[in-house]
């Protein structure tokens, strides 16, 4: 095909969408992007919301607040939405690969709900959807499953991929703060959202788990709700007892292999050894951790957030999709794996931290130990602490299955001496589950 130049439109200059512009518009990059790209790119549109704020960097008669506009223009190659939402950005995403424009997007929420099915409508239109800054911001995750790796049977991935969760965690971990505090401070310096809903209980890592799950193991990318458990119940004492017996607390987001057939995608609290790689991932970086049958245990860093970095992954989809564009072809997003299914949390064996607060007599450990034994988890180590209301059993277990240790759970808060369950948080191991 024979394409003297790319033609790329923009829904939405906000943090990513103005650090992507700058970054098309930059002379000392033109000849970089050229030779990447293999022709000239040339913005010929820019939708925003608001048309009198000022836009330093982009041409006054490339804006316009009507972004069904863009797909329209005549030519036009890629669409990039950076708008974010699912709707209207999911009106135009379907709009512009109706007519085979390829799309590149870094809206984690709308893949996760409709993924799969603008997936499909890329491929039957013979256009490119790419989702790259949709998970670990500027860390080039999704293209390394997609090819590097596209060969080799990945068992199981491991991320830290909210930097507002790692924050908060961290801060718990570094300063001994509480959760409310950490918080707090996260909402200060811009890290939390004012309603930190969807980050602190792990909406926003579960969704990124369907997108990491679909491109390593050939999993549904959108449309299923999987298991959740947020931060926000781990208490100053979790981090602090994690810490003497050698681990930090991080909220992972997990996909992994179960057997020959299953598939388990989850994501919540987690201790992990300070040997481990991600034990060493701080503040809000994001980190990959993948481990596939002949590659061995592989990690990627970086920010997981911010205009300038989050621009960088989506400038690296556009590369993409211009060549593509320009060699008249398009990627086949992912394959779905229709052998695999889905295995409840509660199937899943782990270690367990489990900590509960007693009433101080003689006789209530028995008890305590005597429900563990009912429901076949046993116990691997044992700590009490406090006295009076303070009272505290920690206990750490073998593997045990999920759902057992939610029934143990369960039981125990009938306890007329357990006053409440503080925590109950697995416990993964040096180089992995
Ligand atoms: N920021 C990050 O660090 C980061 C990291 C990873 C992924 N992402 C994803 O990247 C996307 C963009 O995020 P952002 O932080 O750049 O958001 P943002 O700063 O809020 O920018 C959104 C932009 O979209 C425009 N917009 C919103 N609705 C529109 C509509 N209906 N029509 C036309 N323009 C519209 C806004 O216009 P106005 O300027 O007029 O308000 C603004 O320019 C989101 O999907 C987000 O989840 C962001």
Redesign the pocket.
């Known amino acids: 095909m024979n394409k003297p130049v790319v033609r790329v439109g923009v829904?939405?200059?906000?943090?990513?969408?103005s650090a992507l512009i700058e970054l098309l518009s930059d002379p000392s990059r033109h000849v970089a992007l050229v030779d990447a790209a293999t022709v000239p790119l040339e913005v010929v549109g820019v939708?925003?919301?608001?048309a009198s704020?000022p836009r330093p960097g982009i041409a006054p008669e490339l804006l316009t607040?009507d972004?069904s506009h863009i797909s329209e223009i005549d030519g036009l190659d890629i669409l990039v939405e950076?708008?974010?939402?699912i709707e209207?950005a999911r009106t135009y995403i379907e709009a512009a690969l109706n007519q085979g424009v390829s799309v590149v997007?870094?809206?984690?929420?709308l893949m996760a709900e409709a993924g799969t099915a603008l997936a499909q409508l890329a491929h039957e239109n013979g256009a490119d959807l790419f989702y790259e800054?949709?998970v670990g911001?500027g860390i080039p995750i999704l293209r390394a499953l997609r090819t590097s790796l596209a060969g080799e049977r990945i068992e199981r991935v491991m991320g830290i991929v909210n930097g507002t969760t790692n924050f908060i965690l961290s801060k718990m971990s570094s300063e001994g703060s509480d959760y409310a505090d950490a918080l707090a401070e996260a909402q200060s310096l811009g890290y939390a959202e004012a309603d930190p809903t969807a980050d602190v209980e792990a909406y926003d890592a579960a969704a990124k788990v369907l997108i990491l799950s679909s491109l390593a193991f050939g999993t549904e990318l959108s449309g299923e709700e999987i298991s959740r458990e947020g931060i926000s119940g781990v208490r100053s004492i979790d981090v602090e007892f994690a810490r003497r017996a050698g681990y930090v607390i991080k909220l992972l987001g997990v996909a992994e292999r179960v057997g020959d057939h299953g598939i388990s995608r989850r994501a919540h609290p987690t201790m992990v050894p300070v040997e481990h790689p991600l034990a060493s991932v701080h503040g809000a970086m994001n980190a990959v951790f993948v481990e596939g049958t002949k590659s061995g245990p592989l990690m990627w860093l970086g920010q997981?957030?911010?205009?300038q970095?989050?621009a960088t992954a989506v400038l690296g989809d556009v590369l993409d999709a211009a060549r593509n564009r320009v060699s008249g072809r398009h990627d086949v997003p992912f394959s779905v794996d229709t052998t695999l299914h889905s295995v409840p949390a509660g199937d899943i064996a782990s270690v367990f931290y489990i900590s509960i607060d007693v009433i101080d007599r003689p006789g209530v450990l028995a008890l305590v130990a005597n429900v563990f034994g009912q429901h076949d988890v046993s116990i691997q180590s044992m700590e009490q602490s406090g006295v009076g209301d303070e009272a505290r059993l920690s206990f750490v277990t073998h593997s045990a299955m999920t759902k057992d240790v939610h029934a143990t759970i369960t039981d125990l808060a009938k306890l007329e001496a357990v006053d409440s369950i503080g925590a109950c948080i697995r416990v993964i191991a040096g180089g992995g589950e």
Not at 11 to 17: D, E, K, Q
Not at 105 to 109: G, I, P, S
Request: charged letters at 10%; aromatic letters at 4%; proline letters at 3%.
């Open positions: 829904i939405g200059a906000g943090f990513v969408g939708a925003v919301r608001d704020k607040t972004a950076l708008a974010g939402g209207p997007t870094a809206n984690k929420a800054a949709a911001g997981g957030a911010g205009g970095t989050t």
